[in-house]
């Protein structure tokens, strides 16, 4: 005797399609493209180990906050610690106009969910902030 799957019904059918396509078009989001673009070419130069290119390419907030022998020695510690990055997906992209601690702005937090050496259940969050010139650029980074 075989078995037969039903026949799905036009409604559910209908439902799982359109369901299906506002994924798609959350996925294709510009805004949240160039957000984690921007932010996976940070943590590129991160994971170099180049702590003066990161500090560089990083927000004002970001070089305000640390200064760039001081960002390279806390780099240097955290790499040590957690090891070398093996993988690194994409999580959450959020955005929002307000960041404890700074004035309104275009913010968005990216969550990593990143497997390290030392750390294989780890996580990144980036808070990045569209600039002047048009570009998001790292303000905060938070391994853990």
């Known amino acids: 005797m075989g078995f037969t799957l039903p ?10 399609l359109a369901l299906f396509a506002a994924s798609l078009a959350c996925a294709q989001d510009p805004q949240t493209i160039a957000v984690q673009a ?3 070419a940070w943590l590129g130069l991160v994971d170099a180990g180049d702590a003066l290119a990161s500090w560089s390419d990083a927000g004002k907030k970001f070089q305000a ?8 020695e806390a780099l240097k510690k955290e790499q040590a610690r957690l090891g070398r990055v093996e993988r690194r997906t994409v999580g959450p992209t959020r955005f929002q106009s307000s960041v404890q601690g700074f004035p ?10 990143t ?3 030392n750390k ?8 990045l902030e569209h600039e002047e010139d048009g570009k998001w650029r790292v303000i905060g980074y938070f391994p853990r």
């Open 38 to 40: 921007a932010g996976r």
């Open 115 to 117: 497997e390290f050496a």
């Open 7 to 16: 026949r799905p019904r036009p409604f559910a059918a209908a439902l799982s």
């Open 65 to 72: 906050a640390i200064a760039a022998d001081v960002w390279a």
């Open 120 to 127: 294989p259940d780890g996580r990144e969050t980036l808070t």
């Open 104 to 113: 309104d702005g275009e913010y968005a937090q990216v969550l990593f969910n």
